[in-house]
Nanobody, 126 residues
Framework: QVQLVESGGGLAQPGGSLRLSCAAS????????MAWFRQAPGKEREFVAA????????DYADSVKGRFTISRDNAKNTVYLQMNSLKPEDTALYYC???????????????????WGQGTQVTVSS
């Protein structure tokens, strides 16, 4: 079955960096657009970044553009999120998600994704 397992979260200071990883299994990873979402306490889950199945295109929320970088290694069935210049407002549970359709374009919509990981906590605090 489809599994998405995130790792790499933790505590970082403002201005610091973290790299999240999402190991995928149970489907043909290389043909699916993948994304990262996040959810802070008391807030709705929000789009962070996505990368197409060919790694040719990426998309970022305005709040993270220029600070976060999404990438993927299709040989390792893994998608990454490099987070630099972290801010306290980046504190959230970060989720990896698989797009519903093979070879689909990027979607920022929650409903465009059908499988989610369990999440990895990122806390930015001094």
């Amino acid at each position: 079955q489809v599994q998405l397992v995130e790792s790499g979260g933790g505590l970082a200071q403002p201005g610091g960096s973290l790299r999240l990883s999402c190991a995928a299994s149970g489907f043909t990873f290389r043909v699916y657009t993948m994304a990262w979402f996040r959810q802070a306490p008391g807030k709705e889950r929000e789009f962070v970044a996505a990368i197409t199945w060919r790694s040719g295109s990426t998309d970022y929320a305005d709040s993270v553009k220029g600070r976060f970088t999404i990438s993927r290694d299709n040989a390792k069935n893994t998608v990454y999120l490099q987070m630099n210049s972290l801010k306290p407002e980046d504190t959230a549970l970060y989720y990896c998600a698989k797009n519903k359709g093979a070879a689909s374009p990027i979607s920022r919509m929650f409903g465009g994704y059908d499988y989610w990981g369990q999440g990895t906590q990122v806390t930015v605090s001094s």
